[in-house]
């Protein structure tokens, strides 16, 4: 069956340090993989798009990989801030937008 | 300007009731959803509509049914409703062949 799992249910770092963030899918074939963001009572936000034939794409302190191989998609935030706490959802196939389970982020000060 | 609206935010209601939840996007988007996010924040999709037509059904109970007005609305009505109906439910859009998608900001529906 189709699956998409966010390995952590919860993540908690330092301000400063890098978080990494892991979205793994099987019996997909994705053309794209997307990156959101939730905060508490809000919807999910878009952050990142990266298609299969890129191997890693960034916007700012935010940077994702994409392995079709490994099937899997590694999101990282550099120099994290308390205000980087959120959940993150990974999503793909196009026609329905599949989210993963979602990581809850916290960055302590 | 709100791309992406829902009303109403709150809904509370008892078991038994038919409610319905209004949807509404100015972003000129081909492609409107439904998910519900349970309490375990999972969000599940329920519907999708291109241009007014049902695309995708995930199995969701014959007592939910979306209404497509026009391309800009999609709402959507539940009958008898249970207790497990309580959830947050979100309206999103996206261009054709969804690449980024605007969510609403979500209605809580609380069954009692």
């Known amino acids: 069956s189709q699956k998409i799992e966010q390995n952590s249910e919860a993540l908690n770092i330092q301000e400063g340090k890098t978080a990494t963030l892991t979205c793994n899918y099987t019996?997909?074939?994705?053309?794209?993989l997307q990156w959101y963001r939730q905060d508490p009572g809000r919807g999910p936000v878009f952050l990142l798009l990266?298609?299969?034939?890129?191997k890693e794409k960034r916007k700012e302190r935010l940077k994702v990989t994409f392995d079709t191989t490994l099937k899997q998609s590694l999101f990282h935030i550099t120099a994290s801030q308390p205000a980087d706490s959120a959940t993150y959802l990974c999503?793909?196939?196009?026609?329905?937008?599949?989210f993963g389970t979602g990581t809850r982020l916290q960055v302590f000060p | 300007d709100t791309a992406v609206s829902q009303t109403p935010k709150y809904l509370v209601t008892q078991m038994g009731n038919d409610k319905s939840i209004k949807c509404e996007q100015n972003?000129?988007?081909?492609?409107m959803y439904w998910y519900k996010q349970d309490s375990k924040k999972f969000l599940k999709i329920m519907f999708s509509?291109?241009?007014?037509?049902?695309?995708i059904n995930e199995t969701v109970p014959n007592r939910f049914s979306p209404k497509s007005p026009d391309k800009a609305h999609l709402n959507l009505h539940i009958n008898s409703l249970e207790l497990g109906d309580s959830a947050v439910y979100f309206c999103?859009?996206?261009?054709?062949?969804?690449?980024?998608?605007?969510f609403g900001q979500g209605t809580r529906l609380t069954v009692v």
């Open positions: 990266i298609r299969e034939n890129e």
């Open positions: 999503a793909l196939d196009p026609d329905k937008l599949i």
């Open positions: 509509y291109n241009n007014k037509e049902l695309i």
């Open positions: 972003l000129g988007h081909d492609t």
């Open positions: 019996n997909y074939s994705p053309a794209y």
């Open positions: 999103a859009s996206s261009t054709i062949g969804g690449t980024e998608a605007f």
